[in-house]
């Protein structure tokens, strides 16, 4: 088991940065590559970005490639997601996820074992 901790959203303006963070415990968290996902009201959840178990690669989706970085801390086992220019369609709850080691496709959260409760980012025009 992997138990997974997020925090750092809140209210910001459009244009405006968050940083997001996830703590994770249970099992070694080196051993999985991790993601983040979100998810708007009425929407589905969907993919924002990836990141390898040693953090040496990142994969974004379009939609935040140049405004999100993500990075990770296996000692301190934790996953950062750095926010910036945030626009209001960025507005959802923000998961964290810990993807099945032999999972192939980053992109689905079917791939992800284990999830956060998520942590909510608005966004203001």
């Known amino acids: 088991q992997v138990q997974l901790v997020e925090s750092g959203g809140g209210l910001v303006q459009a244009g405006g940065s968050l940083r997001l963070s996830c703590a994770a415990s249970g099992r070694t968290f080196s051993n999985y590559a991790m993601g983040w996902f979100r998810q708007a009201p009425g929407k589905e959840r969907e993919f924002v970005v990836a990141?390898?178990?040693?953090?040496?690669?990142?994969y974004y989706a379009d939609s935040v490639k140049g405004r999100f970085t993500i990075s990770r801390d296996n000692s301190k086992r934790t996953v950062d997601l750095q926010m910036n220019s945030l626009k209001p369609e960025d507005t959802a709850v923000y998961y964290c996820?810990?993807?099945?080691?032999?999972?192939?496709?980053?992109?689905?959260?079917?791939?992800?074992?284990?999830w956060g409760r998520g942590t909510q980012v608005t966004v203001s025009s």
């Open positions: 990141i390898t178990r040693s953090g040496g690669s990142a």
């Open positions: 996820a810990a993807r099945n080691p032999i999972a192939i496709v980053k992109e689905s959260a079917k791939s992800y074992d284990y």
